[in-house]
């Protein structure tokens, strides 16, 4: 029962032991004393709440929020005490807003159980009692042995035990874990792969060992002990053994597993990302800002708490005679009672702080987010990939970027691989026709005569061809859903052959070596075939030595088809180069130096043969660190040392990765807007270099300096001064500088100030033979900075996710390199070139809407409380309220929140394609500068300013005993706070209206909307006797008001009164000192109108997105005439016009096109949307 309390509340018991043991079919000992482990059901829990949890769990994580706290004390203390205003002023607003959020919050969390509630009744077949059981997917237990058929889902984390290949491999796909798409093979332990019925499964006797559940997709340690003939024999698990829930079987009839992690416990369930915790600079100034509020808020209080003792110092005063006071009160304590008014008047003033200003954030931050998954010109046709928003809390911060962080391979290049050249013994050679062809020589050999390579050239290519992780697969219609992003048109696939690997530098040499005559044409077990020149040759593959970043190569230890064993390995240069012996090693360092000059990305091939007695002793000491269960790392690290050394270099390959379309063009664009791009790979400086120069990263003008190659932290030191130096004498406008990952980490040890005050003086960095977490260091020392400048890290592999997490916005690149990026990253773009228009429009559009939400809030909430604060200067400070309790609760949640709701989503102080073209307007906005403390002083001074006039407007109109009716009749207080809200709601409105440059038909519903709602509301709420009320103080007020010829005079005078001094100053600016974006308005004046949106939301080839329906609406306000059709509809095809249209039907804009001169940065879209 206590477990079960323990789940519902969504606590788990911790784990009591580093390892779990699973008995295969729960084959539990039946000798000795045996306490089974206890695990996970299988169920998916991806809902947040339970039917018992839901309200506690929703109010605790609503009411950890400020404003929702100090609102429910502000209700307590209006139901505790005798307050001016009935509980229910803050308690209605209050239970509003914690009411959405908490509907729309179950709402959410039951959809999720709804997904779960399918996944877990999933049918799956289990192996129990000697035969094959239906069962559901839920009701699977850890030692289950589960049979998966093909094109199955498999429904836990498997041990792979059996498939139906002899060899007990099985292929499958990982894109739902991490989007590669490739093909995938796993093993089974050859003790257990003979066991393909259900008969001989229920005869294994087998235990696995592994480690407690952790999220890392790549990583699984075990061991598996397989009792035959009474004998145990142990063998390695490991990430190739282990099949994950949620990948797919492919190309194979069927598989049986164990169930090893189960349910919450599986890797999938334990990579579920969560919300981002990333919080925006807006956010924080908004905090700030509530706090400065809060502090106006607590001294008004207190000012009038003070001021009414000193009134009541008086007799006559204290203690009228209209208003004697009773025993309780002449006996309570003067300290209590100095509290109980300093509360009161607390309550009085809340209003000044805004409750419905996060509903309202949080609506346009989600509303505000489908824009750019909406924009076509952020939609890339070729893979049918738009953009994605994983957290809309960081909108705004797009507008914000001071430093853009990018890789290089997959971001800025296509990661699209082709062979160039290659170095052999010392003697480059490009590939010609099928051919490899020394250097200063032509392709001259007649047609079909076969190549004639030997020795070392031989060899190379054999290396080449057999060290890597490339697939086969023959079954291409089946393959892969959807097609392969990395297939390429090779000529090899007459026979449905077709290679998959997880790295495209991998395929593009074996596609390579099998042009030019070397296959490798598919393994078999453990048996790797390879045809040379027509003749088969086959390997033994005895080991595999895994790429890691660390040790940045891999290899493979084989047996030759004459008996021997060598071993084949390949990887960065500085990886294989200084642990080689033999071959011509400084001729092939000048060669993949000269191949980096090029552009071109390389890789050095080495290869070592073994005696015997050499191979006994590296095989025992590797299957001893493969079946370690504690530091099987550490173990296979030293393992694998002793094993890559004493190398001989067989050469080198040069690829090339073409650069992706308008890259120079976007970090040039990014330079404008005073963005600083940093290039962080894990390249070759010359590759780097050279990539980074034909990219437009560097220009070949600037001045470019190294800091490369430090050993030690003085000389590191002594460095970073010479360059400091060169920056304050050189006369040159531009430095560059570049930086190695060796150097960086000393740089980063001891000097970090003298290396930012270098990086900080140069326009351009460029860090290479970076490792991941170096990435994500450099990103945190700017972040950390004292000017904690806003950062971007951009990047498409597993191996930017560390960056991409450290930076204030991740952003994710649709990749090669599987989907690792995008699922951990805030947005996720397709190419990079998108990344000018996510910033330079989308994130100009979000930080101005977001600021003047902001402010806006404030200031109507300051025009909301001050009368109320000056009123108690005429009422005694007796508490009196100014307002209706109605109108107290309606104001912020009816009467002023659509306006501002529809500002915050579709303003524009500028063309989308002039802010693309004129990138030097996001300066502008930089530094968080609309929400700076002058620009908030200035709304508040503004909203105490309009306060002051709709108070002492409406007090001089009635003055003292004036009449205002034709009957003599004289006006009440009720009556005065109805005139004084009457003018503000119209004042705010109006003055939101002055604010807004971009019109929609939208925001003329609701603006005009929100005040003809108003004075209906009132009209029907003052002229009905309400029985449910228990006082009628409005009844008829507001008739008798707008009956008043007077009143309405007052009305209008206040208003223009407000306003006129705001416009005059709006236009004496704009014509005198204008901003360079007021300049840039005028860019985009109208031509003619337009009937749609064009600016909005607009079609790729020039047309815009009119539906049927947005037609119809236009021909019936008059604004597309009958018969004529002025927005064709969109050629583009493609599903995610849709929305657009949508989108086009419900806005209408009066803001014109650009000026026919003005071209789109990309010049395939001819219009955007914000």
């Known amino acids: 029962m206590l477990r ?57 994580e609503q009411f950890r929020r400020i404003a929702n706290f100090y609102f429910i004390i502000i209700f307590l203390v209006q139901l505790m005490i005798d307050t001016p205003t009935s509980p229910v002023t803050s308690g209605l607003p209050l239970f509003f807003v914690i009411t959405v959020t908490a509907i729309k919050q179950g709402y959410e969390d039951w959809l999720r159980h709804k997904a779960d509630n399918e996944v877990n009744g999933a049918p799956v077949f289990v192996v129990r009692s000697g035969s094959l059981v239906q069962t559901r997917s839920k009701n699977i237990r850890v030692g289950d042995i589960v049979r998966v058929a093909k094109d199955e889902t498999f429904p836990a984390d498997l041990a792979l035990l059996s498939s139906d290949r002899a060899d007990g491999t099985c292929h499958i796909t990982s894109a739902s874990l991490d989007g590669e798409t490739n093909l995938k093979t796993h093993y089974s332990v050859a003790e257990t792969s003979v066991c393909q019925s259900v008969s001989r499964l229920e005869s294994l006797q087998a235990v696995v060992e592994c480690q407690q559940p952790e999220a890392d997709l790549y990583r699984f340690v075990g061991r598996i002990t397989v009792t035959e003939h009474g004998e145990e024999i142990v063998r390695p698990l490991g990430p190739e053994n282990l099949l994950l829930r949620g990948a797919r079987l492919k190309n194979t009839k069927e ?93 009085l003033y809340n209003f ?31 893979t049918d990939q738009k953009a994605q928003v994983n957290t809309s809390d960081l909108n705004e911060e797009l507008g914000q970027v001071e430093y853009v962080f990018t890789d290089k391979t997959g971001t ?51 290396a080449v061809a057999l060290c890597h992780t490339v697939h086969i697969s023959y079954d291409q219609p089946d393959c892969l859903v959807g097609g392969d992003p990395f297939s390429h048109t090779n000529g090899f696939s007459s026979n449905h052959m077709e290679y998959y690997a997880s790295s495209p530098d991998e395929k593009a040499l074996v596609e390579a070596a099998k042009r030019i005559g070397v296959a490798f044409s598919g393994s078999s077990g453990d048996t790797l075939e390879i045809k040379t020149f027509g003749k088969l040759e086959k390997y033994k593959l005895l080991h595999v030595l895994e790429f890691d970043a660390d040790r940045r190569r891999m290899s493979v230890i084989l047996q030759t088809p004459s008996g021997g064993q060598v071993l084949f390995t390949k990887g960065a240069e500085s990886a294989i180069l200084p642990f080689s012996t033999s071959g011509e090693i400084e001729k092939t360092r000048l060669h993949v130096d000269e191949f980096a000059l090029k552009g071109l990305r390389t890789l050095v091939v080495a290869c070592r043969h073994f005696s015997p007695e050499e191979y006994i002793d590296l095989d025992r000491r590797l299957n001893g660190a493969r079946t370690a269960l504690q530091q099987r790392e550490e173990r296979l690290q030293e393992a694998f040392s002793y094993i890559e050394k004493d190398l001989q270099v067989l050469g080198a390959t040069g690829v090339e990765d073409k650069l992706q379309d308008k890259v120079q063009e976007t970090i040039e664009a990014l330079r404008l807007a005073g963005i600083k791009v940093w290039v962080l790979t894990g390249d070759k400086h010359e590759t780097a270099v050279s990539v980074s120069l ?19 932290d003085n000389e590191c030191a002594e460095q970073l001064r010479i360059l400091a130096r060169r920056i304050k004498e050189d006369h040159v406008i531009q430095h560059g500088l570049v930086v190695d990952g060796a150097s960086l980490s000393l740089a980063l040890r001891e000097h970090e100030k003298l290396f930012m005050e270098v990086c900080k003086n140069c326009s351009a960095v460029l860090c290479c033979r970076m490792a991941p977490l170096q990435k994500a260091k450099v990103v945190r020392l700017f972040k950390t900075s004292p000017e904690k400048p806003i950062t971007l890290a951009i990047g ?17 690149i649709m990749g090669k390199e599987g989907r690792q990026a995008v699922r951990n990253s805030d947005y996720a773009i397709a190419r990079f070139r998108f990344l000018a228009k996510l910033l330079l429009v989308h994130g100009h559009f979000y930080y101005i809407r977001i600021a003047t939400l902001v402010q806006y809030f404030f200031y109507k909430n300051v025009c909301f409380i001050t009368p109320q604060f000056l009123y108690q200067f005429f009422c005694l400070f007796s508490q009196q309220t100014l307002y209706d309790s109605v109108y107290l609760t309606l104001y912020n949640i009816c009467f002023t929140s659509l306006p501002i709701l529809v500002f915050s989503l579709f303003e524009q102080l500028v063309h989308p394609h002039v802010l693309q073209n004129k990138p030097g307007l996001y300066r502008d906005i930089s530094k968080n500068a609309l929400l700076s403390f002058r620009t908030f002083l200035y709304w508040t001074l503004l909203g105490f300013c ?45 003055k939101l209206a002055i604010e807004t440059h971009f019109w929609t038909w939208m925001n003329h519903f609701v603006t005009w909307g929100s005040i003809a709602f108003y004075f209906i509301f009132s009209l029907f709420y003052g002229g009905i006797i309400w029985p ?50 007021q300049k840039s308005q005028s860019l985009s004046a109208p031509a003619q109108t337009l009937s749609c949106v064009e600016s909005l939301c607009c079609y790729q080839h020039g047309h815009s997105g009119c539906s049927r329906l947005a037609r119809f609406l236009e021909q019936m306000t008059g604004q597309c005439p009958a018969g004529e059709n002025h927005c064709p509809t969109s050629s583009s095809n493609n599903r995610w016009a849709g929305p657009r249209r949508l989108l086009t039907m419900i806005m209408k804009p009066t803001e014109p096109p650009p000026p026919p001169g003005f071209k789109n940065l990309d010049s395939s879209a001819e219009c955007c949307s914000p």
């Open 412 to 462: 800025l290049t296509e990661n699209e691989m082709h062979f160039r050249e290659c170095s052999i013994n010392g003697t480059k050679y490009r590939e010609v026709n099928g051919k490899l062809v020394p250097e200063g020589m032509t392709d001259d050999s007649p047609d079909g005569s076969m190549p004639h390579l030997i020795g070392e050239e031989l060899l190379f290519l054999q």
């Open 1028 to 1077: 449910f009320l228990h006082t009628q103080d409005m009844y008829f007020v507001f008739v008798q008001l707008l009956s008043s010829g007077s009143a309405w005079f007052a009305i209008i005078i206040i208003v223009i009164t407000c306003l006129f001094p705001d416009v005059v100053k709006r236009v004496f600016y704009r014509h005198l000192q204008p901003t360079s974006t």
């Open 694 to 712: 034909s990219c437009g990263h560097f220009h070949r003008t600037m001045n470019i300096l190294e800091l490369l190659q430090q050993r030690s």
């Open 946 to 990: 309009h306060a002051f006039i709709f108070f002492f407007g409406s007090y001089i109109l009635m003055g003292e005993d004036t009449t205002l009716m034709g009957n003599g009749q004289m006006f009440g207080n009720w009556t005065f706070g109805t005139l004084v809200f009457t003018v503000m709601v119209i004042t705010v409105t109006l």
């Open 796 to 812: 498409d592999g597993a191996n930017d996710v560390s960056m991409i997490q450290e930076a204030h916005v991740g952003i994710g």
């Open 4 to 60: 079960w309390i323990r789940q519902q509340l969504g606590f788990d018991p911790p784990h009591q032991s580093e390892t779990r043991t699973v008995y295969v079919a729960n084959r539990f000992p039946q000798h000795g004393h045996y306490i089974p482990q206890r695990f996970a059901d299988n169920r998916i829990i991806s809902s947040k709440y339970t039917i018992w949890n839901f309200v506690p769990k929703n109010l605790f």
């Open 352 to 382: 000044i702080i805004p409750i419905s200003l996060y509903v309202t954030v949080e609506m346009q931050k989600f509303l505000g987010s489908f824009f750019i998954g909406w924009d076509l010109d952020l939609y890339h046709e070729e």
């Open 255 to 347: 598989i049986f597993g164990v169930a090893v992690y189960t349910g919450m416990e599986s890797k999938m369930a334990l990579n579920y990302k969560c919300k981002s915790q990333k919080r925006s600079a807006v956010e924080k100034s908004m905090n700030t800002f509530l706090i400065i509020y809060l502090g106006i808020l607590l001294f008004e209080a207190v000012l009038s708490t003070i001021l009414k003792y000193a009134w009541q110092a008086e007799d006559k005063w204290d203690e009228p005679f209209y208003n004697q006071k009773t025993e309780q009160e002449k006996n309570s304590s003067p300290i209590l009672k100095f509290i109980s008014d300093f509360l009161a008047f607390l309550v």
